[in-house]
């Protein structure tokens, strides 16, 4: 798997988009970019993925560059329960690891 | 259609006890995983299975053995609990090409060893 690098945290404001950004530099040809999130005490919960071309469903939009070392996870407009840990998996196995993430706080 | 359920919810074992927690999937998935999440961090794989009768291990599997005797059923035992195992422990299930719909998570079994 690539390594992935998230900010710690980031706080948003409440009805703005929140712009989740992860770097992957070292990403190969047929991995994946996975995002999760996890709001307290609850089970991750599948976002987005995607392989070269940005992506969006009902839930968030993934921007993929096109060197594919870099993406941005954007929740169009925030609400004070997509307060949670976003975390970012590159892989091209069924495997999943997941990291540390960015805890994301939507602030009224 | 209730998902991913995991048995029980919260559970507290003396050192050296032993017990089975169960994981359940509804969606027909062929894969299955147990993980762990300790304080402020992030999940670990402890075992896992791509089908029915077939498991393997992850990456913290000591201390641990599963079964997957059927499909919809993923079972993680411990033999002789100890207090490094005081985690929440999550199931989840995917399909066999798991970049389909990702995967779907149970809602945890919160484990205290004392």
């Known amino acids: 798997d690539a390594k992935t690098t998230q900010p710690t945290s980031m706080d948003c404001a409440e009805g703005r988009a929140a712009n989740l950004p992860c770097n992957h530099s070292?990403?190969?040809?047929?991995?994946?970019v996975y995002w999760y999130r996890q709001i307290h005490s609850q089970g991750p919960q599948y976002i987005i993925h995607g392989l070269k071309n940005n992506e969006t469903n009902e839930m968030a939009s993934l921007i993929i560059t096109e060197d594919r070392k870099s993406s941005t996870l954007i929740l169009p407009h925030a609400t004070l329960r997509d307060t949670a840990v976003y975390y970012c998996?590159?892989?091209?196995?069924?495997?999943?690891?997941f990291g540390a993430g960015t805890t994301v706080t939507v602030r009224a | 259609n209730a998902g991913v359920t995991q048995t029980p919810k919260f559970r507290v074992l003396k050192t050296g006890q032993s017990m089975t927690l169960l994981c359940a999937q509804d969606?027909?998935?062929?894969?299955m995983y147990w993980y762990r999440q300790d304080p402020g961090m992030g999940l670990r794989l402890i075992h896992y299975?791509?089908?029915?009768?077939?498991?393997a291990k992850g990456e913290v599997p000591d201390g641990y053995n599963v079964s997957r005797l059927k499909k919809q059923n993923f079972l993680l035992g411990l033999e002789s609990a100890a207090p490094s195992q005081t985690s929440v422990y999550f199931c989840a299930s995917s399909y066999e090409e798991g970049a389909v719909d990702g995967y779907t998570f149970g809602s945890g079994t919160r484990l205290t060893v004392v």
């Open positions: 070292t990403i190969s040809g047929n991995e994946y």
């Open positions: 998996i590159v892989t091209n196995d069924y495997k999943l690891s």
């Open positions: 969606m027909n998935h062929e894969y």
């Open positions: 299975s791509v089908g029915e009768g077939t498991t």
